[in-house]
Every structure is written in C-alpha cells, then in structure tokens.
Nanobody, 119 residues
Framework: QVQLVESGGGLVQAGGSLRLSCAAS????????TGWFRQAPDKEREFIAA???????SYADSVKGRFTISRDNAKNTVYLQMNSLKPEDTAVYYC?????????????WGQGTQVTVSS
C-alpha cells in the first residue's frame, strides 16, 4: 500500500512562488509515475504535471514555463515548484502515483493541499 502526503500549500500574492512537496511511502516510488493535479471550486480536476522514473516530464499548457516538477527517489518525494502564480491557479493540489509506470493509471492519491493566489 502507498500513502501520499502533500505539504507546502498556502496563501501567496499573484506573481509569487510556492513549492509543494509530496512524500510517498512504499517501495515502488522510483519506478512509478508521479503526477500533480488540481481542482478549483466548481471545476473538474485537471492534470498539471507528471514525472516518469527517468527524466521525462510533461505539463499542462496552462502551467508550462511556470511550474516545474521534480523528484528525489532517495527521499520518495516529488516536488512542484510554482512560479509566477496567478489567481486562476487557486485550487486544491493533489499528488498522485501510478505504480504501473504508464502515466494513465493513478491509483494512489494524497489528501490535497490548498493553494490560494490573491490578486
């Protein structure tokens, strides 16, 4: 069983930065795909970024160039560096893990961390 715990959310002014962390338990982290998603009020959950076990990453167009996903396999932790934040980035952010390595089967989810960007 895998447990994911996010941290690092908070309130920031537009243009500011935040770094989210997600610590994972379990032995499959290094081979897994890790992803970040977000859900704003009254909106569907949306994909933000993903990191494969190698250096491959992918991003949603809405955050490309502003957000960076990274991982430390030795610490079983994935990070999301968020720069140039906008009010529309306000949402609950979730990390997720796909143990299959395919990037399409996220079966483990964290509890979420709130990010609020004020204008």
């Amino acid at each position: 069983q895998v447990q994911l715990v996010e941290s690092g959310g908070g309130l920031v002014q537009a243009g500011g930065s935040l770094r989210l962390s997600c610590a994972a338990s379990g032995r499959t982290f290094s081979r897994s795909v890790t992803g970040w998603f977000r859900q704003a009020p009254d909106k569907e959950r949306e994909f933000i970024a993903a990191s494969w076990s190698g250096r491959r990453t992918s991003y949603a167009d809405s955050v490309k160039g502003r957000f960076t996903i990274s991982r430390d396999n030795a610490k079983n932790t994935v990070y999301l560096q968020m720069n140039s934040l906008k009010p529309e980035d306000t949402a609950v952010y979730y990390c997720a893990l796909d143990a299959s390595g395919l990037g399409s089967r996220y079966t483990y989810w964290g509890q979420g961390t709130q990010v609020t960007v004020s204008s």
